[in-house]
């Protein structure tokens, strides 16, 4: 990918109408571009860091058994209307449209209803159980305040799991490996270590729901940390009774705000009961399923890493979201020997599969060139100038040292 | 993927509300569930074919120098007022929602207004061009009839490619890569011998547009074909000076009818005027950006795979697109021994990375099993029971021959 051609240049200027800093580096450096407030394209590069996270998300949601599949954002009012949430007293945050014979459909903020409609026409006897269905879908959120770039978005890519299970135990077990699997998806993303487990308000069917939060100076939520047992609190059950239950100590924990990444929620029979999702058991007798839910919206994830993990200069991903390996920049680029030498060093990346950007421009200066790297924050920089010769110049985005070495070690290393 | 677990289970009966015979098959093979009409989930099979469909695509847009990003369907109408596309009496398949503070917002049927104006802020100078961008994206379309299934949709991911250039010239010469690009995508699709590029009626700019139509009994369209020289030409422009012009004759034209699977389209300058996607040339001067659009919807391409290649049993998935490679079935699976060879047989494709259905079902007969092969349509059909010993019973579904064959002969052949 050249520089020179790419769809999404880098912005000096600072963008007024946003607030934090992962909307100001994601803009700037060509990630996404705003459409309207809280609806945000994602342009080639940020296109690029979110099928890393969806592809690591994937293969962690694929190891504990759940199947993919894509639901519709157009919904039809009729299961939502059996559990109570089309009324925008509610839901007060549907998007509602009409077709063009009158009748009124609404855009998907989450999928329990027609997911679990669905399934009301497969499930029959114990022996169709335990389900576990996930998918990464557009949901539509008609957000009053939408705030902080991709942090509360109006339209957002969502990983949303659900778990059909025969009963409360099994559910608990499935719960469980949910929640073992969301914690390698944070250490995976590069924010596992300020990334906690926390308590929060359950519902009709189970004391606590979890969230997992990360700790931001930019977050929404306040928490309370136990830092050392890695268990956090939501401020919204963060009393004597809750800690007791934990076993935690209110001297322990500390006040922090955290933007909530993920969550996993006990839905019990609530969804099953109101739309018929029912089985025969072992005996003979019909029994609702039991469910749970399990999200991680993708664009908060993405502007999350972003808030986490920067300086002064732009963003520093982690490697493995990184948009690309290698941010390849040629400097003194009208010496054609130079010019040519850093040509075949993107086609060897290239023809070694490596993803690299290459910022081909003539007309940009050093400072420039080195200035947009910073901000993009791709993991290894690789300068051929006039100086390299037969080496490139090697510099990590997260580390001060810059290395000359040979192209072929260089390549060799990346393809370890 | 074991059928006993997977989520969209075959289906004996007629589906009376659906017309044609791709609407039937995916939905009673359990590739796709009606949410209402024209809105349909993907269950895995379904996403399957759609995640292989678009991947093919990609590799052939990739080829041709485009850049692949992903824009909102929530859309501002400024640009699209400035176009002059707002208007319900213009584009009378708006779906239009509020946002909380009253103002109006559309779904997107298509992107050439939203993406103009992002180009607008990138675009200055003739050296900045050509572009050309695309995106898999799902597209909004207030139907008043929505048919067919997949094949006239309420919402489906469409490919959109919009390409950017500095002339008519460039812009023909990209136009070209872009058919042929098409022609590829139709080959490796599996319906390559009848999808003819098709002459139809242009627009301000240009004389006609293109069309790719493949024969299919239930299209919607009727073109005239001259089979030899691969062409057809759309009713609406099939008259004797359009003819003189594309040096073809009426008497070697049959009329056909067709499902369009594509087009490709001049734009010209309308869209770079009405938003202001201006460059400065060589001289110096102001000049707009010369633009062209190329879709395929993929779910319409699924179903019209289907429409064409399929027998009174079910779906023949030409086998770069079929949802797996292998269905392998199991027989006398209360045999314990002959469980045990299936279990095995299912874990060895598997290790080898080959996509397996295995059909694990004890409570299923012979023929049920054989049948649900039929209807789902997976290009190999691999059997064990209790004759096949150490061997596999191999049938390819678009063929007859049955063969018994060692598993290692089975899978080197799958690998070649």
Not at 34 to 54: F, H, M, Q, S
Not at 307 to 331: R, T
Request: charged share 30%.
């Amino acid at each position: 990918m050249r520089y020179s051609q790419l769809i999404g240049k880098t912005k000096k200027d600072i963008q007024k109408d946003e607030v934090g800093i992962s909307a100001q580096y994601l803009i700037r450096g060509g990630f996404i571009h705003k459409e309207l407030a809280g609806v945000y394209t994602l342009l080639p590069l940020g296109l690029k860091v979110v099928n890393k996270i969806t592809q690591i998300i994937r293969e962690e949601i694929n190891a504990i058994d759940a199947q993919e599949l894509s639901m519709t954002a157009i919904q039809n009012p009729d299961p939502w209307k059996k559990s109570g949430r089309w009324d925008d007293n509610v839901v007060d945050i549907w998007f509602k449209t009409l077709l063009k014979n009158g009748s009124e459909v609404g855009l998907a903020t989450t999928h329990e209803e027609p997911l679990t409609k669905l399934l009301s026409q497969q499930v029959n006897s114990y022996k169709d159980l335990p389900l576990y269905v996930y998918q990464f879908q557009t949901k539509f959120r008609n957000e009053p305040r939408p705030r902080s770039g991709l942090l509360r978005a109006r339209e957002f890519i969502m990983k949303d799991l659900y778990s059909f299970n025969t009963n409360k135990e099994s559910h608990e077990e499935y719960y469980e490996r949910a929640k073992q699997a969301y914690i390698k998806i944070w250490e995976r993303l590069g924010i596992g270590k300020h990334t906690y487990l926390t308590f929060a308000s359950g519902g009709t069917f189970s004391k606590y729901s979890h969230e997992f939060q990360t700790l931001c100076e930019n977050g929404e939520d306040t928490i309370y940390v136990d830092k050392k047992k890695k268990i956090a609190v939501n401020k919204e059950v963060f009393n004597d009774e809750v800690l007791k239950e934990l076993n935690l100590n209110k001297k322990e924990m500390e006040e922090e705000k955290a933007i909530e990444v993920g969550n996993i929620f006990p839905l019990g029979t609530k969804y099953s009961q109101a739309l018929g999702l029912m089985f025969t058991d072992e005996t003979g007798g019909k029994k609702p399923v039991v469910m749970g839910s399990y999200g991680i919206g993708i664009g908060r994830v993405m502007a999350t890493i972003v808030e986490l993990i920067h300086d002064d200069k732009g963003i520093i991903w982690p490697e493995n979201v990184s948009p690309c390996k290698v941010h390849l920049i040629g400097l003194n680029l009208d010496d054609e020997d130079v010019n040519k030498r850093a040509e075949e060093v993107y086609s060897r990346l290239k023809g070694k599969k490596i993803d690299v950007l290459f910022d081909d421009r003539k007309e940009a200066t050093p400072g420039e060139k080195f200035a947009d790297a910073d901000l993009i924050g791709i993991t290894y920089r690789a300068v051929v100038s006039s100086k390299t010769r037969e080496d490139i110049e090697i510099k990590r985005r997260d580390q001060e040292k810059v290395s000359l070495v040979p192209l072929e070690d260089f390549i060799g290393n990346l393809l370890k």
